[in-house]
């Protein structure tokens, strides 16, 4: 990836427009024990330029974020246990309907009900509509046979190495040492835009192209980064961006901010995803203005 190319991949942004050309995305994001997954990802599809953001969620983790992520619309999930009851699935029908874009898994937990959950929600999710797994919602996806089958054709998988080591069978040693064939080989299986986490991380597409972004910093290597990646690309999705190009800006801004953030504290090692978070603005002015770098 480069900045001249990334550049054409901004969604056009009208003056005249309101928020409803700008897209909702739907976070089904946090437990009670990950409250900050779900504010990361919402603030940060905001933040991508997403008109509204509407986060369903338990009763915990709005009561929570009710007073911090105040841009957010809510809807309130039952919860079973640690985790979601399979009930709220049918309960997010009509949210499906008015979202643009879908997110799936930050902040979930391993909870045998978000298991459930997920079963019930997957064939409700309408085809159309393009949704990004994370995190537990994605290694909870990998449990499911044959659920590559059961996807919409516009879906974005982020796994880091353990994440794609769950979901493949394959080692951690086996994908790091061979990361941009292992990508390749599964975004091409699996019909989707696979985002292989890490340093030169790789987005490899369902059509057999590879990406590499020239970033790598080891402020992103913190707790939460990964929800604010999440987030931007959610965020891009439902301003309209099909799932390639949404992966392959979201990634760049995602790096960029951490570089930023970096920059800002004079090192990686206090760079924390609240930093990322905040950068993102900078983030898109320099990918606009690239002799700003």
């Given at each position: 990836?480069?900045?001249d190319?990334?550049?054409?991949?901004?969604?056009?942004?009208?003056e005249?427009?309101?928020?409803g050309?700008?897209?909702?995305?739907?976070?089904?994001?946090?437990?009670?024990?990950y409250?900050g997954a779900?504010?990361?990802?919402?603030?940060?599809?905001y933040?991508?330029?997403?008109?509204?953001v509407n986060?369903?969620t338990?009763p915990?983790?709005r009561?929570s974020l009710?007073?911090r992520?105040i841009?957010?619309?809510?809807?309130?999930l039952?919860?079973?246990?640690?985790g979601?009851?399979?009930?709220g699935?049918g309960?997010l029908?009509?949210?499906?309907k008015n979202?643009?874009?879908?997110?799936?898994g930050p902040?979930?937990?391993?909870?045998?009900?978000?298991?459930?959950?997920?079963?019930?929600?997957?064939?409700?999710?309408?085809?159309?509509?393009?949704?990004l797994?994370d995190?537990?919602?994605?290694?909870l996806?990998?449990?499911?046979?044959?659920?590559?089958?059961?996807?919409?054709?516009?879906?974005?998988l982020?796994?880091?190495p353990g994440?794609?080591?769950?979901?493949?069978?394959?080692?951690?040693?086996?994908?790091?040492?061979?990361?941009?064939?292992?990508a390749?080989?599964f975004a091409?299986k699996w019909?989707v835009?696979l985002?292989?986490k890490?340093?030169l991380?790789?987005?490899?597409?369902?059509?057999?192209?590879i990406?590499?972004?020239?970033?790598?910093?080891?402020?992103?290597?913190?707790?939460?980064?990964?929800?604010?990646?999440?987030?931007?690309i959610?965020?891009?999705?439902?301003?309209?961006?099909?799932a390639?190009?949404?992966?392959l800006?979201g990634?760049?801004?995602h790096?960029m901010a951490?570089?930023?953030a970096h920059?800002?504290?004079?090192?990686?090692?206090?760079?924390?995803?609240?930093?990322?978070?905040?950068?993102?603005?900078?983030?898109?002015?320099?990918?606009?203005r690239?002799?700003?770098?």
């Open positions: 990836l480069d900045s190319t990334i550049a054409e991949f901004l969604p056009n942004r009208p005249t427009s309101h928020k050309r700008f897209g909702t995305c739907l976070a089904v994001a946090g437990t009670k024990q409250t779900a504010y990361l990802t919402g603030k940060a599809a933040r991508s330029g997403c008109g509204l986060v369903a338990v915990p983790v009561d009710a007073g992520l841009e957010a619309v809510w809807t309130i039952p919860q079973n246990g640690d979601y009851d399979k009930s699935a309960l029908q009509e949210a499906l979202a643009d874009s879908l997110v799936v902040g979930w937990g391993l909870h045998p009900a978000n298991s459930e959950f997920l079963n019930a929600l997957l064939p409700l999710i309408p085809n159309k509509l393009p949704v797994f995190a537990d919602g994605l290694k996806l990998g449990r499911i046979e044959g659920w590559w089958q059961k996807i919409p054709a516009q879906t974005v982020t796994p880091h994440e794609m080591a769950q979901i493949t069978g394959l080692s951690i040693t086996e994908i790091q040492s061979n990361r941009w064939e292992i390749h080989q091409r019909g835009t985002i292989l890490g340093a991380t790789v987005i490899a597409t369902a059509d057999g192209t990406h590499i972004n020239p970033i790598q910093d080891s402020a992103l290597g913190t707790a939460g980064s990964g929800d604010v990646l999440t987030g931007i959610g965020g891009l999705l439902a301003q309209g961006m099909d390639d190009k949404a992966a800006l990634v760049w801004l790096g951490g570089q930023v920059q800002r504290l004079g090192g990686p090692e206090s760079v924390t995803a609240l930093d990322i978070l905040g950068e993102i603005p900078t983030a898109i002015r320099k990918t606009k690239p002799a700003l770098k």
